[in-house]
């Protein structure tokens, strides 16, 4: 009998208790979402970035301005944020301590960066100075991005994906890579510098820093050296035990 009173007809047929959406509901829904479109875009090219960054050697910025193409690409994405921004009436800036900290240590190396060019190498300390600034839009970037602790998550859990990769990539190279290029350096050392675009003059300093990388047991993955790698991971297998315990 209390079925049946549910409605004036003796039917359940109110769309709420079916558990069917209200119509008003679903539009809304539908409008927040394509509200926030343009933030997760942001969000998702901010991490190609970010994942990108340790995927190619990254120690000679300096000489060479390795990864400038990723700074352009990040100021590129913080100029879309700031249209975003404009295109937004409850726009707001998160900014807190960490921020501060952060901006203050990103003023002082480019303070730095540009006393160096007029005491130092210009174009070395620029390169330096632009890798910086690209580390701090990032930073920004994911502070004004990341808006639910879901996406927080995601991201520290493709990182730790990246550098179990990384990882393994590096125990590959010990067990199979590099024994290879070793066999192939002791049969015809001319002929594999060759295939790796390089070539030294026999008993220079540089032919014998490269014979000491070739001979070295560390694996390096996508770094140029085996340190950077070894940082670049104790990072993230610190965060991963944090998570765990």
């Known amino acids: 009998m209390k079925q049946l009173a549910a409605t004036p007809s003796g039917h359940d047929d109110a769309p709420a208790e079916r558990g069917v959406p209200d119509a008003s509901a679903l539009a809304a829904s539908a409008a927040t979402s394509k509200k926030d479109a343009p933030r997760r875009w942001l969000l998702a090219g901010t991490m190609i970035l970010f994942v990108a960054r340790p995927l190619f050697p990254s120690e000679s910025v300096a000489q060479t301005g390795e990864g400038i193409v990723l700074v352009m690409l990040s100021l590129l994405l913080a100029a879309g944020w700031g249209v975003w921004m404009l295109q937004r ?10 921020d501060a900290a952060v ?24 390169n330096v100075v632009w890798a910086w600034i690209g580390l701090g ?8 991005l990341v808006y639910a602790g879901k996406e927080a998550r995601a991201i520290v859990a493709v990182m730790i994906g990246l550098a179990v990769a990384l990882s393994g990539y590096g125990l590959y190279q010990s067990l199979y890579e590099l024994p290879e290029l070793r066999a192939e350096y002791a049969r015809a050392p001319e002929g594999m510098m060759r295939r790796e675009g390089v070539w030294y003059e026999p008993g220079s300093v540089a032919r014998v820093q490269f014979e000491n990388r070739l001979n070295s047991r560390e694996p390096f993955a996508t770094f140029a050296l085996a340190n950077s790698r070894a940082g670049f991971l104790a990072t993230w297998l610190v965060v991963a035990v944090g998570l765990g315990v």
Not at 89 to 98: L, N, Q, S, T
Not at 104 to 125: D, M, P, Q
Request: aromatic share 12%; proline share 0%.
């Open 89 to 98: 009436r409850d726009a707001a800036i998160r900014f807190g301590a960490a």
């Open 103 to 126: 901006l203050i240590l990103l003023t002082l190396y480019c303070v730095s960066g540009f006393v160096a060019t007029g005491t130092g190498n210009a174009r070395e300390a620029l």
């Open 137 to 144: 839009v990032g930073f920004f970037l994911l502070r004004q």
